[in-house]
């Protein structure tokens, strides 16, 4: 069966969209006393789908966290829409940002749709109860993720990536026009990845802004307009992939020896990483090679 993707709910027309939907401003995040991020700056513009890239431990988690208003940041500001996030009441933010964090835990027990419904949740009041649209959002955001047949099975009984495409479940069930997700594609195989990374591109053709914390480059390359390369809790490079990854960034960010060639699929940059073992294999390979031409000689 296929489902359609509704349009971004009160998503802002073209002509009136601002540029920037999301942004922080000179934030320093930390954990007590140590620093993170400090004096960061990063915009995230709307309508396009933006992944934040880099190594273990750079702080891109912590970046999207603040960006969500989990955490607070001790000096800076995050400005969502024009306003300052932290002075924004919780049910007017859950209404235009939906969170997918990294590790997500559901109460023990809790079935799959219930779950899913609790995407519904800021969109609920004494005026406005549970309705016939609520559950029609709910199965199209199952059905979107292809969990309709756990409905009814606990959260807590399923499989890593089964619980993964859940909560991006959720998340869709929120109905908003801005998304936020850290590692999406956690404990999924390939052409699992690749079916969620397909339906987020999906929702940003649907006028919704995306933005994502991704470990796979190439993935995350195929998959971005809008791509922040961030390195010790900096931003080191922003842009669309094919103006911003280049051999010498993956090294100065990652460390990583690569080359970076044209893909034949996407026509965006392709990194092959370039690993000691390839190495000694093609020097392995040449060495019989060479002593025959010196014999030979």
């Not at 406005?128 to 099975?153: H, I, N, P, Y």
Request: charge should be negative; proline fraction near 6%.
């Amino acid at each position: 069966m296929t489902v359609g993707i509704p349009e971004a709910p009160g998503a802002p027309e073209a002509s009136d969209a601002p540029e920037v939907r999301l942004a922080a401003r000179g934030i320093t995040v930390g954990y007590g006393s140590r620093t993170v991020i400090d004096g960061l700056d990063v915009a995230v513009p709307p309508g396009l789908v933006t992944t934040i890239i880099g190594p273990n431990g750079c702080g891109k988690s912590t970046l999207l966290g603040t960006l969500a208003r989990l955490l607070r940041p001790a000096r800076g500001s995050v400005v969502l829409d024009g306003e300052d996030i932290a002075k924004a009441r919780t049910r007017d933010v859950a209404k235009k940002l939906g969170l997918l964090p990294q590790a997500p835990v559901a109460p023990e027990g809790l079935t799959v749709s219930d779950l899913v419904a609790r995407g519904r949740h800021p969109h609920q009041s004494w005026l406005r109860q549970w309705s016939s649209d609520d559950a029609d959002v709910v199965a199209r955001a199952l059905a979107l993720t292809g969990v309709s047949d756990l409905a009814d099975r606990p959260v807590d009984a399923l499989s890593g990536g089964q619980r993964q495409r859940v909560w991006i479940s959720m998340a869709l069930a929120q109905g908003t026009d801005l998304l936020l997700l850290d590692e999406p594609t956690t404990y999924l195989d390939l052409a699992h990845a690749i079916d969620v990374l397909d339906l987020v591109d999906d929702l940003h053709e649907a006028g919704r802004t995306v933005v994502m914390v991704l470990h796979d480059l190439n993935l995350a390359i195929r998959y971005s307009d809008n791509l922040v390369v961030m390195k010790a809790g900096a931003i080191l490079a922003q842009g669309h992939p094919r103006d911003v990854v280049t051999a010498e960034l993956l090294h100065e960010a990652f460390g990583l020896r690569a080359r970076v060639i044209d893909d034949p699929v996407g026509h965006r940059p392709l990194i092959v990483p370039i690993g000691r073992a390839h190495v000694r294999a093609d020097a392995g390979a040449r060495a019989p090679v060479e002593g025959a031409v010196r014999a030979q000689d």
